[in-house]
């Protein structure tokens, strides 16, 4: 496993065994309708909650300040990146130019690292998610979403960097 691989794996040994033996058209449909759209449906959301509960608790020595902050870098830094899988690196990938695929992947796998940071930037300025007493219903929301997105963007980069990308490196 790769350095920044998830210390728990996310998928059953069934649901591995599935996706090593399945197509790349498969997996790159799994990972775009799946992942992809789903951040790309979280992240907007998230901020634009964040902005609200900064907004609104800001005199509150527990106000996560800073959180749409770090949101909306992970959301620039992450749409960039899918885009250059969809665009660039997946597009080899069908072709079957594995071996030219070796390098996006490198990238990848260095860009799935810095999200992996900014998760943990997230985690410091929302005091691991701890909610504090009496919070608000749009407090408790953003917390709960952020929590969602995390083990989702997690479950992405260990999918991604162990059985996706892994495959393709094998086979270049």
């Not at 490198?106 to 860009?111: A, F, K, T, W, Y």
Request: glycine fraction near 4%; proline fraction near 3%.
């Amino acid at each position: 496993m790769t350095a920044s691989a998830v210390q728990d794996i996310p998928f059953s040994a069934e649901e591995v065994a599935h996706w090593k033996a399945a197509t790349y058209q498969d997996i790159i449909n799994f990972v775009e309708s799946g992942y992809h759209t789903r951040h790309r449906q979280q992240l907007p959301a998230l901020i634009e909650l964040a902005l609200k509960v900064e907004n609104v608790h800001k005199d509150s020595s527990a106000c996560p300040a800073g959180t749409a902050t770090i949101l909306q870098k992970i959301y620039q830094d992450l749409e960039m990146h899918m885009r250059k899988e969809e665009q660039i690196l997946f597009q080899m990938i069908k072709a079957g130019q594995y071996a030219m695929a070796r390098m996006p992947i490198q990238v990848m796998l260095s860009e799935h690292d810095e999200a992996e940071e900014d998760l943990k930037t997230l985690l410091v300025v929302t005091r691991n998610l701890a909610l504090p007493e009496g919070a608000c219903g749009s407090w408790q929301a953003l917390y709960e979403g952020i929590a969602t997105f995390i083990a989702d963007l997690k479950q992405h980069i260990y999918f991604e960097n162990e059985i996706f990308f892994a495959r393709v490196v094998a086979e270049s």
